[in-house]
Structure formats: C-alpha cells, structure tokens
C-alpha cells in the first residue's frame, strides 16, 4: 500500500487545492479504504479564499492556452496518456484502495483514460468545422470552433479518475483549462492524476494551472464552481438531485453544463437471444463496481417462456459470487464505497418488501471489520414499482416477466431515466424495433452486450433525468467548444441576406 502512495507521490497528509502551486488549509479529512477501514492518508480541503485564487489562476492560464495551436496541445495529451500508461497498476491499485473496486476494474478504469488520451490526440487535427453554401452571390458561410474557457469538472467516487480524463484530454485539446473538484470520497487519486497533469505541462513548458484542483465539499467548493460566471462550462457526474441543483444554479447564469446523473439501467432478455450471452451480461452489469455505476444493470425483462429458466441459472451465478478484498484476483466484487451505501441498500431492500417485491438471494451485509461487503441482491418484482423507478446504487437487481417485445420496450422506458438499455435478441426485427424510434429511450442502446462498459469512442450519457449531457468520443467535443458562425463577403457590393432590398 505505502508503496503505491509512494509512487503515485501520495504524502501522508496532502493538500487538497492545486493551480501550479499546491495550497489547502481548510478542513483535514482522513480517507479511508473501505476494503478494511484503514487510513490511506489525509487530505486538507481548500478554504474559499483558497478556491478564488485557484480559479484566478486557471481562468488566467486560458489567456495563453487557447492560444497554443491545437496539435501542440494535443502532444500535453499524448504525454498524459503516457504517462498513465507508465503509472498504470499503481494508479489501479489506489482506485481499488480508495473506492473498493476490484483491481482489474481499476485497470479497466486507467486503461480508459488512456483510450481517450489517445482519441483526443488524433481529434486535436480533427476540430473541424463546416462550410455551407451561401444564398448570395461571391460570399461564403463556414463556422469555426474556438476554446470556451475553465471547465469545471465535478465527479463522483464510482469512476474517480476515468471521467475526469473523458472531460480533460477532450478539454485540453480544444484549448479549454480545467477544475478539477473530485468526489470527497475519493480524493487522493485526483491528486495523483493532477500530479500526472502536471508533470506532463511542465515537460513541456506549459503552466500546470492548465489543469488545477479543488478538493472541498459540493455544497461550497461545488457551488463556487456552478455559481462563477469565469467557469464557462460545468460537467457534472452525480445523482438526479444533484444535478438539478447544479443545473439550475449554472443555467442561473447562462452558463453551459453537461450532467451525467442516474440511470436505472435494463436488460430484455427476448426468448430469441442467447442465454449464455444473456447471463454473462447481466452478471457483469449488475455486480461489476458493486453495482455501483451508472451504467450498472438494475432491472431485467425476461420473456414469460424462458423466465423460470433463465431466474434459476442467474440465482445458480449469484449464489457462487467470491466476494471479498478486490486487490485479490479470485474475488469479482468488492465493498461498497462506505457505510451509508450499505445502510441504503439495506433499505431498499425493505422498501422492495413492503411494495410487495420477493428477495430471491443475498442483501446481507457481510461481517468484515472495516469493511462495507455485502452479498448481491435480486428482486422478483411485478413491474416497475416505485422503488423500481429509484436508482439504488448498489448491487440490487430487480426481475421481471414479459410477455410481448412491445411490453418489455414500454416497461424499459417505464422509468424517470434514461442512460443506458440492452437487448440479448438474435431476432433482427426485435433488435431493429428496439434501436428505432419506437425502441429504447435511452442514450446507451445495446444488442447482444449489456448496459455498463461502454466504450470511449462514442458519445456518452442519457436522456430524461439522466441529464441530457454527453462526454467522451463522437462529436462530444463540440460541448467544450465556442461555435462561430461567419458570412465572408468578396461581391465587393452589398447583398442583403433573405433578398431583402435597400433602396438607398
Ligand atoms: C459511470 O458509472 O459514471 O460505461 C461511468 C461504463 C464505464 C463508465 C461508467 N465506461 O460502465
């Protein structure tokens, strides 16, 4: 363990607040493994006072920043992306120390980052823009993109590292500087990765308030992000009430966000699809991270024909679940993040009872000093109950019949949010019917794979209360970018647009 802090330069206490210089006198706050409950190390927040010259300094930085041709910021990219190739099990390892996934989900998580370092590079050629025909004689329309300013990055514990780097390769790139405030729950591998920043600006010449940080509580360090009209854009990963309060105090001031919030993910299982691909999915969706992603498998649709089936070899799966420390190779889940995770599983599992849902296996919490394990829990349930259409972030799965595909796509979209969705179906008029118009409703629509691990090369995030917001590949750069449009005119005469005349 001190040997991962050692090299990822992890002190024993750590200050929380980085814009070139490292700063934090405010409250020092011990971060705990919840694999055992030990101390890792302790970071102190920063005080606002601390927070306005962080952001005085990383706004300053853009000045210089986005003037610096695209390709040469996307080589700080390239060096990043290095870097973490270097850095990689260390990394893991203090994701897995820190938030309790299991080290090869870490590796996962650092093999990510490292794709869309990658992805940005090649897009730092690539920030095109388009020429449009103009209605008038010797003129042109094009539009060009130019960086927008700081974006504030506010993450959650469940992915510490990965969706920081999803928001700054692609931030950097289009020659925006970044604010960093991380989950409080996971705040020494964000000043692992912001040293990892650093050291790759400073290689080459860059000022390392391009990539700053400020660890402290939403509810203040937050709220000076989403409240200063100097952060031009605010990403935001976190829950439904959140990202409400995010989104209106940011929308407050016009300015632009991108929310990542719940989702309540499902599966239909058609009786046409492939049960082995089926239960592999689900198993992975639904007990990966814990269940605790946002792309997490919470509800499965089962035809009626195949149900009883299908319900006995995923309990069979369950029941074998090796759970335990998730640096060791042999367990596939881990704990949960901390203590109240656990409490709130428990009550909903409760609350499933009480609005007439059956506990089919597990939801015990596990004795273990220290640490927050619990068994995976599956739900038969009758339909969406209200307890259904809640994102419960943990390893809580709910079952459910149907009976036509049409059914099954209405009790998938039958939820207040919309990330991510899959079928298992080798009927391509099931599969088609649930990709068009009338299918899933959701930002994430999958065929024959299940609804986590997505892949950076697409565009990432949902619909409805998932926030709207999209992160990663595809044309989510646009996001970060300031949009010009501009009508050149060598007539050497004016025309006026829409034929309008001027008689003067
Ligand atoms: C999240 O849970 O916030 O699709 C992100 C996935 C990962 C990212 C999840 N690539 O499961």
Known sequence: MQQVLNALGISDVNPGGFSGSWSGSGKLQAVVSPIHGE????????TPQEFEAILARCHGAFAAWKLVPAPKRGEVVKEIGDELRRNKEALA???TLEMGKTLREGLGEVQEMIDICDLAVGLSRQLCGLT???ERRMHRLQEQWHPLGVVGVITAFNFPVAVWSWNTAIALVCGDTVLWKPSSKAPLTAIACTKIAEKALRKFGFDPAICSLAIGK??????LINTDPRVALVSYTGSVPGGRHVGRLVQERFGRHIL???GN????VSEKGDLDIALRSIYFGAIGTSGQRCTSTRRVLVHESIFGAFKARL?????????GDPREHKYLMGPLVDAPAVDTMLAAIETVKAQGGKILCGGEKLPHPGGCYVTPCIAEVPGNLPIVREETFAPLLYLMSYKTIEEAI????GVPQGLSSAIITNDQGESELFLSAAGSDCGIANVNTGTSGAEIGGAFGGEKETGGGRESGSDAWKAYMRRQTSAINFSGKVELAQGITLDI
């Open 260 to 262: 990542e919030l719940g």
């Open 265 to 268: 993910n499902a599966v239909i």
């Open 132 to 134: 449009m025909p103009s």
């Open 39 to 46: 101390r890792l190390a302790s970071v102190t927040n920063v």
């Open 93 to 95: 390892e203090l994701v």
């Open 315 to 323: 309990l069979e799966l369950y029941a074998k679940t090796p759970i």
């Open 218 to 223: 939403g509810s203040d360090i937050g709220d």
């Open 410 to 413: 209405a009790l998938q979209n």
